[in-house]
């Protein structure tokens, strides 16, 4: 089974920058579509970013779209999301996600089979 472990989350302020990884293990990562989402307190999860097994194609939240960038290292089993211009509302728990088929996007969180832990992400006012 697929394990995935996010880092790099933090309290940031306003205007900030972060870049959350994902490291896995236990599967071909790079066979893998991967993803990351976001749950804020008292909202439902919601996607962020996607990219293909190869990199070669992404997809971003309207919110994200021209701040974020999603970005994999296959060689490393590593999937990135380097997050600028943070805002307040950027803040939430930032999960990374894995689908075994690789050369599709996925924006929706049960097209996913497996989970990271999540890693807390703060922006304050």
């Known amino acids: 089974q697929v394990q995935l472990v996010e880092s790099g989350g933090g309290l940031v302020q306003v205007g900030d920058s972060l870049r959350l990884s994902c490291a896995a293990s236990?599967?071909?990562?790079?066979?893998?579509?991967m993803g990351w989402f976001r749950q804020a307190p008292g909202k439902e999860r919601a996607f962020v970013a996607a990219?293909?097994?190869?990199?070669?194609?992404?997809s971003y939240a309207d919110s994200v779209m021209g701040r974020f960038l999603i970005s994999r290292n296959n060689a490393e089993n590593t999937v990135y999301l380097r997050m600028n211009s943070l805002k307040p509302e950027d803040s939430a728990v930032y999960y990374c996600?894995?689908?075994?088929?690789?050369?599709?996007?996925?924006?929706?969180?049960?097209?996913?089979?497996?989970w990271g832990q999540g890693t807390q992400v703060t922006v304050s006012r």
């Open positions: 236990g599967g071909t990562f790079s066979n893998y579509a």
């Open positions: 990219i293909t097994w190869s990199g070669g194609g992404d």
């Open positions: 996600a894995a689908s075994p088929y690789g050369t599709n996007l996925y924006t929706k969180w049960d097209e996913y089979d497996y």
